[in-house]
């Protein structure tokens, strides 16, 4: 989630001692944190800053600077060598799908409301199906078309393009999920390659450096109170990935997953706490029908997943 690292398939780094529970609870606290740094992000957009909104690019470079600045520290001291059996193809494809991704979920988060764009940024799942059909050649059976299928229903629901209420940053938010879905097949190809803290510690440290030089020309002398908010969105972010990870490596992918879900939850309740958001009918079915289609998606890929392992087992 520029987003999050899925590493349900890297067995290699999970620990024996699972707790499904716990890692319910971890992947729960990690959604209420993930809510918390589109809040940051649309109180700095132009909706709720009005003149002293900053530029998305800017919001994204909070992000990964601070949040780099957390962790290559923390990879230091636990002596991870990032660079040996580095692969670097994959890494700057992954940054490069990331950042854009964020950059993207974070002016649709300052240009509407928190559970609508919350909502829209599910559908990434289904871009990277879409995407691993299409580049990977993976077949795709009729339940992942389905899913699919429901999602973008429920994308037509929540957005009604064509209509009056149609938001067009709801596009915006469109492109980001897109982003962050190509981002899942560049996680997907390095998950059981490298250990989680390596993978996190050069995702940050290399959009950091990116994204540094690209805020130039958009750069805005921030007020103190979003010098603050910058570094919270920073530490945050770092904070909720290492929250699912934890999460996903002590509980059943399959049962800690869908968990990240209640992230949509997250957001309306403080887009109605704080900026007196209240989802409409259409919002609320719209978001139904995502979050029901990626469900769909989710457990189909769990099923497919056992399915390949007890194959694998039975040749070896």
């Not at 003149?51 to 919001?59: E, F, M, S, T, Y």
Request: charged content about 10%; overall charge positive.
């Amino acid at each position: 989630m520029g987003g999050f690292e899925v590493q349900q398939d890297a067995p290699t780094f999970r620990p024996p001692a699972q707790n499904n529970i716990l890692g319910a609870v971890y992947v729960i606290l990690c959604c209420m944190l993930v809510a918390v740094t589109t809040l940051i992000a649309r109180s700095m957009g132009p909706q709720i800053a009005g003149p002293d909104a900053l530029h998305p690019v800017q919001v994204s470079w909070a992000r990964f600077f601070f949040g780099a600045s957390i962790l290559l520290p923390l990879a230091a001291i636990r002596r991870v060598d990032l660079f040996r059996d580095t692969h670097w193809r994959l890494h700057i494809g992954r940054n490069l799908s990331g950042m854009c991704g964020v950059i993207g979920m974070f002016a649709a988060a300052g240009l509407m409301p928190l559970a609508d764009s919350t909502a829209i940024s599910f559908l990434s799942p289904l871009f990277a199906m879409v995407l691993a059909v299409i580049f990977l050649k993976e077949t795709v059976g009729p339940w992942r078309w389905l899913a699919a299928a429901i999602a973008f229903t429920g994308a037509m629901v929540l957005t009604r393009p064509g209509s009056d209420a149609f938001q067009p940053a709801a596009l915006i938010a469109f492109t980001a999920a897109a982003f962050l879905g190509s981002e899942m097949i560049f996680i997907k190809a390095l998950s059981g390659r490298e250990r989680p803290m390596k993978i996190l510690a050069i995702n940050n440290g290399m959009a950091a450096t990116i994204i540094t030089l690209l805020v130039i020309p958009f750069w805005k002398m921030p007020t103190g109170q979003q010098w603050v908010l910058m570094v919270v969105l920073g530490a945050t972010m770092i904070t909720a990935q290492s929250l699912f990870l934890r999460g996903i490596a002590i509980a059943e992918a399959n049962l800690a997953a869908p968990f990240f879900y209640t992230t949509l939850i997250f957001a309306a309740l403080y887009g109605w706490l704080l900026f007196g958001e209240v989802p409409g009918v259409f919002t609320i079915a719209g978001a139904a029908l995502i979050v029901s289609g990626a469900l769909l998606l989710t457990w189909r890929e769990n099923l497919a997943r056992q399915a390949a392992r007890k194959a694998l087992a039975k040749t070896g």
